[in-house]
């Protein structure tokens, strides 16, 4: 059932009518903070393009997403919308940008390098006691495996 929904949520995505339609839905609810994907990713400079309209539409609401689609062009993102690249120790391409870096360490992920970041304390506390640190985008993140 979720695998179905998923395809749906993407078939939606793919429509030139996408950000209206995200609109008029966020505009029914009072969100300050909006998580794109709790799986997937940014398939597309198009499909990119369409969140930063989105994210425009809604200044005061913060936008989190993450990613592993480095050939795509992130330079003009809103200031609401805060974009992590995703680093496995697997991960090939490190581009050059100014936009912070997700790792994930844990039993088994071995790094070339220690990852420097800000370690999240979830599960153990939570993002409301963490204060949303990742929210900011201002630091690199490093999410324990759990």
Not at 37 to 64: C, M, N, R
Not at 115 to 129: A, L, M, Q, S
């Amino acid at each position: 059932m979720v695998r179905y929904h998923r395809w749906m949520n993407y078939a939606e995505s793919l429509g030139d009518d996408f950000p209206e339609k995200m609109i008029a839905e966020m505009e029914k609810h009072k969100f300050d903070k909006f998580r794109i994907h709790e799986t997937g990713d940014f398939y597309s400079q198009e499909y990119l393009q369409k969140w930063i309209e989105i994210a425009k539409a809604f200044p005061k609401v913060k936008f989190l997403a993450y990613t592993k689609s480095w050939q795509l062009d992130f330079s003009e993102l809103p200031k609401n919308l805060i974009v992590y690249y995703s680093v496995m120790p697997d991960t090939k391409h490190f581009p050059k940008t100014k936009m912070p870096y997700a790792y994930v360490i844990g039993k088994g992920l071995t790094y070339k390098s220690k990852p420097k970041g800000f370690v999240c304390p979830y599960p153990e506390k939570g993002c409301d006691e963490c204060g949303y640190k990742c929210w900011k985008g201002d630091r690199n993140v490093i999410f324990k495996k759990h």
